[in-house]
């Protein structure tokens, strides 16, 4: 009860970050067993907030130009679209 009420005091970024670091995120993504985008999406739904970013951000530096010159087009279509 104690935890909750110290979460719920929080801002809701400052909670996500006290929480997932009192509970370990949920770690490194596992090799994909059948589908990739579905085992990255059950991931990213487990993952805390800084293990998302970090993710993102390295997975993003991996990628040929080409890719991420896509995945930036992608990402702003849909903003663009909201």
Not at 38 to 58: C, G, I, T, Y
């Amino acid at each position: 009860m104690l935890a909750f009420a110290l979460l719920a005091s929080l801002d809701c970024e400052t909670a996500q970050d006290v929480a997932s670091c009192a509970l370990k995120g949920a770690g490194y993504p596992l090799p994909p067993e059948v589908d990739a985008m579905e085992d990255a999406r059950w991931w990213a739904a487990r993952a805390s907030r800084q293990e998302l970013k970090a993710f993102a951000l390295a997975s993003f530096r991996a990628m040929p130009a080409r890719d991420q010159t896509a995945f930036l087009s992608f990402v702003q279509e849909r903003e663009a679209a909201a």
